[in-house]
């Protein structure tokens, strides 16, 4: 390096070396927070030097051994990277305050564009998920199924409510094609599984019961395949399970599914009872048309096995399904 460069790294050098003992001087330092900053401080140093060449951030992560191994060349590469990919109002120490920087890189290296990495960044804030949760997120095209289902969902779902409750596809990872080869082995797969299921669903249902039975007034026995329980609506949710594509008459079960537990389970405090009906395939316009004619509160929902999404979604963008 020449003089004039040798002066302005010194410069760079005790600017960094100031931040970082800056922050190891607050008691928030023991925070991930003050961290995630410290590193976004520095890449927005580094960066400014990008003309520079690969020499500047090897002689820099030299000279800040003192300060620990989280200055070596990789994760110095991976501040620039990170103060590239955002703008200090998008990783905010309320945003990422429960994100670890192993977090953050994973969602850098994997997002396809600055969209993509922030929904993961503010999901995974709201949601705390942790880094094999975002990892499965990827996997499972959540972003791109968050592109798709606004245009889809309102074609199958006939009440405001309904809209809210369910989205058009869901996509659990337990189930597999080798499993969900008949109805009755997917209604088990989905009932052995309970918890992941409800999860997908999101957050407020609780399971009630599977394959709850119902007894009317003259002593006959029905079983739903899943009775849940919506906490913050107040509300029973009806669920039906088909391993095919849905036909008009599915909807006839369930809207008296739906009547009976209304007429027998609910109680005082409860808003009216909903149900979904979860099907391999819906076409809209036989889903609509049917809905039309149905006054319980009632939506239908495509499910998709893990191995079938990116061609699901591939035909989906293309406007093929």
Known sequence: MNDVISNDYINDLNK?????RENQNKAMIVVNSAMIMTYYEIGVIINKRKTWGSKYIQKLSGDLKEYGKGYSVRNLQKMVQFASNFIIEEITPQVVAQIPWGTIIEIMQKGKSHEEMILYINQTSKF???RSKVLQKFKEQTYERDLIEPDTSVSIKNDDTIKELFKDTYVFNFLTKENTKTEKSTKDAL????????????NGFIVVNKEHKIITPDNKAFYIDLLLYHIKLHLYVVIEIKNRSFRPQDLGQLSFYVGAVDDIERTVGDNETVGLLLCKNADSYTAKTTLNRINAKIGISKYK???????YLERKLNGVE
């Open 128 to 130: 705390s998920w942790s």
């Open 191 to 202: 009932i052995d599984n309970v918890i992941e299921f409800v999860k997908e669903l999101g």
């Open 16 to 20: 960094i070396k100031e931040t970082i």
């Open 305 to 311: 096995v893990l191995e079938e999404l990116p061609n």
